[in-house]
């Protein structure tokens, strides 16, 4: 007992004064003058939905307005998102997040971040100070508020995170298991099988482009659909007299429009397969002087890097753990896989990203947008286009490494030869692309882009395989098939293609399901009514049908079992996969998971025929960034169901303790299409809505809208703003 409270003292001692000095920081008055003259300068407006419009005489102006404005709304994400980026989750979260703030630590290093905010270009670094500015000035306007740790915001904190997605780490597939493995002492991850763990539900983003000669108008107009976790990015608003004039989605604590569009273009992006990071096998041996690997015939000595970890305790108290971080020029070591060590070669992090993603806001003509391309920074996406010129486009990737084509660059390369080394970027003409096809349309939903224009998509000899390993998806293939299907777009087709309500996985499943069932052998007796009830649907969900509950209840039991599938190729083709997984299933493998859920619903309903509305649900009733639901609780039926099946318009959801229903957790957040006109029209719709503010108006009013896709009218023009306004004010008023 004595040795723990002196334990407890100590960790006070070390730790907790050090928090206390931290929180205590006060702001200088110099600091407060020039944020409230500031202020002056800037203009927000809410509209009827909460949706912020800054109006800053400078850029500088309305990225301080901007981030004053998230601040307001949900201050809670703004502020986790850099505590994660800055690898200090474990100190909120505590012990169990020590890997993943390790893996931070080994692949974004904060002094590189300082280093390049202190040679970013004189624009650059007015709009990180606005950043910062803005922040600091609502934690000195609202001392109510009380951050979990970061009490000030530093300028240089978005030079940790260059591209807008935050979850776009790529390890090329070495997991935090591995990591925790090789990092605390046990070196080898038993069960570690070079891939990352697939998801029970496949994930990801929606972008569609129409060309002139396929739309009413004569226009082009470009769809916006990343489908992403409920609530991980406001919608917003930001004009200066510089230039700038972009309404999107902004992700929490970054300054710029991740997705969205000005007066003169649009871009959408959607996460990329392309291979942009690489493993290498590295060749160890350890003297009386330390580590070195092999390179060209060579010994070098392995670089260290001391880590110290603190995390937060089971009782409130702050440890530490430290680590030491091995280096060869190629990344950080990062795992062992059969005896083999393995170091990561990523671009993870840079300042020319962050350059372009401010850059593309203010494109004014289809030129311009591609000389931001050429900046070559977004890590991990891929672009659908659309422009005032009435120019449709699209981008596989932006950064891509030139590399050695007689190397299976899908797994680890030997790392002691130069011959694996990259060389060079590939400019952005020979990545895959498509310009204005002449079929008049363009999509990607994470998906090949080798079917991004039908029967027109680049032709996959062209290109070298890393360039675009990506695989089909079922979302991909409805995409095509739906696309074509209208000659004469508006932005209401337009939507309506966006929320086409089939799920194509299940004209691959169901039929197989369908043979397998045999009404002469009475041990799936218990099945027949649900067989009819199937073989009638026509594979489009709705809330209503009861179809829609035995198919996706039944799919998630068999996709485990098509996710192990393994493809001659070695691809991650889930369609193929699934086209596999049918023609080897036997009648067991598909029957069987029926009648476990048919018993299931029966159990947990009182009847397994029960409408997919009635039990897929949208709620949200806490501001908590973990979900919380509750049964007893109001919420909205949704006929939509998980981007996995082939549903555009996704919606992941799943039960959760004491729960009977499922709750949406991911899936469209911020959809919009716009058409660029002589001016620019459209409409949008967001999860829920802007506030994270459970006392707010806006927290929810735009829940019913989105259970229904029912979308609302966009305020681009400062005229018509001015009709809808809710409240106007100056930063800290």
């Given at each position: 007992m004595k040795h723990t409270a002196m334990k407890r003292i100590l960790s006070f001692l070390l730790f907790g004064l050090a928090g206390l000095v931290s929180m205590a920081q006060p702001f200088s008055k110099t600091e407060t003058s020039r944020w409230a003259l500031r202020s002056k300068h800037v203009t927000i407006i809410r509209d009827q939905y909460g949706i912020p419009h800054i109006y800053g005489k400078t850029d500088a102006d309305a990225v301080f307005g901007l981030m004053y404005a998230q601040c307001e709304d949900d201050f809670q994400r703004v502020e986790m998102n850099y505590i994660e980026k800055l690898g200090r989750l474990s100190e909120t979260k505590g012990e169990k997040f020590i890997y993943d703030d390790l893996l931070i630590r080994l692949l974004i290093d904060s002094t590189e971040a300082i280093r390049d905010y202190s040679a970013s270009p004189a624009w650059m670094k007015k709009l990180l100070n606005a950043f910062a500015d803005g922040i600091n000035y609502y934690l000195y306007k609202n001392p109510s508020v009380k951050p979990k740790l970061l009490t000030r915001f530093e300028p240089w904190y978005p030079l940790l995170w260059t591209d807008?997605?935050?979850?776009?780490?790529?390890?090329?597939?070495?997991?935090?298991?591995?990591?925790?493995?090789?990092?605390?002492?046990?070196?080898?991850?038993?069960?570690?099988?070079?891939?990352?763990?697939?998801?029970?539900?496949?994930?990801?983003?929606?972008?569609?482009?129409?060309?002139?000669?396929?739309?009413?108008?004569?226009?082009?107009?470009?769809?916006?659909?990343?489908?992403?976790?409920?609530?991980?990015?406001?919608?917003?608003?930001?004009?200066?007299?510089?230039?700038?004039?972009?309404?999107?989605?902004?992700?929490?604590?970054?300054?710029?429009?991740?997705?969205?569009?000005?007066?003169?273009?649009?871009?959408?992006?959607?996460?990329?397969?392309?291979?942009?990071?690489?493993?290498?096998?590295?060749?160890?041996?350890?003297?009386?002087?330390?580590?070195?690997?092999?390179?060209?015939?060579?010994?070098?000595?392995?670089?260290?890097?001391?880590?110290?970890?603190?995390?937060?305790?089971?009782?409130?108290?702050?440890?530490?753990?430290?680590?030491?971080?091995?280096?060869?020029?190629?990344?950080?070591?990062?795992?062992?896989?059969?005896?083999?060590?393995?170091?990561?070669?990523?671009?993870?992090?840079?300042?020319?990203?962050?350059?372009?993603?401010?850059?593309?806001?203010?494109?004014?003509?289809?030129?311009?947008?591609?000389?931001?391309?050429?900046?070559?920074?977004?890590?991990?996406?891929?672009?659908?286009?659309?422009?005032?010129?009435?120019?449709?486009?699209?981008?596989?990737?932006?950064?891509?490494?030139?590399?050695?084509?007689?190397?299976?660059?899908?797994?680890?390369?030997?790392?002691?030869?130069?011959?694996?080394?990259?060389?060079?970027?590939?400019?952005?003409?020979?990545?895959?692309?498509?310009?204005?096809?002449?079929?008049?349309?363009?999509?990607?939903?994470?998906?090949?882009?080798?079917?991004?224009?039908?029967?027109?998509?680049?032709?996959?000899k062209k290109y070298p395989v890393y360039m675009a390993p990506d695989g089909e998806n079922f979302r991909g293939v409805n995409a095509v098939r739906v696309l074509d299907e209208e000659k004469k777009y508006t932005i209401d087709k337009v939507i309506r293609a966006g929320y086409d309500t089939r799920l194509s996985a299940f004209e691959v499943l169901l039929p197989a399901l369908i043979n397998a069932y045999n009404p002469a052998d009475t041990t799936y007796a218990s099945v027949h009514e649900a067989i009819g009830i199937l073989k009638n649907w026509d594979y489009r969900s709705g809330e209503n049908s009861i179809a829609t509950t035995l198919a996706v209840e039944w799919g998630e039991r068999i996709m485990p079992s098509i996710l192990k599938i393994v493809l001659p190729d070695g691809g991650d083709d889930v369609v193929e996969k699934t086209k596999l997984f049918v023609s080897i299933a036997v009648p067991d493998a598909l029957l069987k998971p029926l009648v476990d859920v048919l018993n299931r619903l029966q159990a947990q309903c009182g009847s397994w025929q029960?409408?997919?509305?009635?039990?897929?649900?949208?709620?949200?009733?806490?501001?908590?960034?973990?979900?919380?639901?509750?049964?007893?609780?109001?919420?909205?039926?949704?006929?939509?169901?998980?981007?996995?099946?082939?549903?555009?318009?996704?919606?992941?959801?799943?039960?959760?303790?004491?729960?009977?229903?499922?709750?949406?957790?991911?899936?469209?957040?911020?959809?919009?299409?716009?058409?660029?006109?002589?001016?620019?029209?459209?409409?949008?719709?967001?999860?829920?809505?802007?506030?994270?503010?459970?006392?707010?108006?806006?927290?929810?009013?735009?829940?019913?809208?989105?259970?229904?896709?029912?979308?609302?009218?966009?305020?681009?023009?400062?005229?018509d703003v001015l009709k809808h306004v809710e409240r106007k004010y100056h930063p800290g008023e």
């Open positions: 807008g997605s935050i979850g776009a780490i790529n390890t090329a597939g070495i997991s935090v298991s591995e990591i925790s493995h090789f990092y605390n002492g046990q070196r080898e991850d038993p069960l570690a099988t070079g891939e990352q763990p697939e998801e029970k539900d496949q994930a990801g983003s929606n972008g569609f482009a129409f060309a002139p000669s396929i739309t009413e108008s004569g226009n082009a107009i470009l769809y916006i659909n990343p489908h992403v976790t409920f609530y991980f990015r406001p919608e917003v608003h930001m004009v200066s007299e510089e230039g700038l004039n972009a309404y999107g989605a902004v992700t929490w604590g970054q300054f710029f429009i991740y997705q969205g569009f000005n007066e003169h273009c649009g871009w959408m992006h959607t996460s990329s397969g392309v291979d942009a990071a690489d493993t290498y096998i590295e060749k160890l041996s350890r003297t009386e002087k330390g580590w070195s690997y092999l390179y060209d015939s060579n010994y070098r000595p392995l670089s260290e890097k001391k880590i110290s970890i603190r995390y937060r305790a089971d009782d409130a108290t702050l440890s530490a753990r430290s680590f030491t971080g091995l280096f060869t020029h190629h990344g950080p070591l990062l795992a062992k896989r059969d005896g083999q060590f393995i170091s990561l070669r990523a671009d993870n992090r840079l300042a020319a990203g962050l350059i372009q993603c401010w850059l593309r806001t203010k494109a004014t003509r289809f030129s311009e947008f591609k000389k931001t391309l050429d900046l070559r920074g977004n890590i991990s996406n891929n672009t659908v286009y659309a422009d005032a010129e009435g120019n449709i486009a699209y981008w596989h990737g932006n950064r891509v490494p030139i590399r050695d084509r007689a190397y299976n660059w899908n797994k680890p390369v030997d790392g002691s030869v130069s011959a694996t080394e990259w060389k060079g970027l590939h400019p952005v003409s020979e990545l895959v692309q498509s310009i204005n096809p002449p079929n008049g349309w363009l999509q990607n939903c994470n998906s090949t882009p080798y079917t991004v224009a039908g029967i027109n998509s680049p032709n996959k029960i409408p997919w509305g009635q039990l897929n649900r949208f709620q949200r009733i806490s501001s908590a960034i973990d979900n919380r639901f509750d049964d007893s609780k109001p919420s909205y039926p949704v006929g939509f169901a998980s981007s996995a099946w082939g549903m555009l318009p996704s919606y992941i959801s799943r039960t959760f303790p004491g729960t009977k229903k499922r709750y949406g957790v991911h899936g469209n957040s911020f959809i919009c299409a716009v058409e660029f006109g002589k001016k620019i029209k459209a409409r949008s719709l967001l999860a829920g809505g802007e506030s994270g503010n459970e006392n707010s108006k806006h927290f929810f009013d735009q829940g019913l809208m989105y259970s229904t896709g029912e979308f609302k009218d966009v305020l681009f023009y400062k005229e």
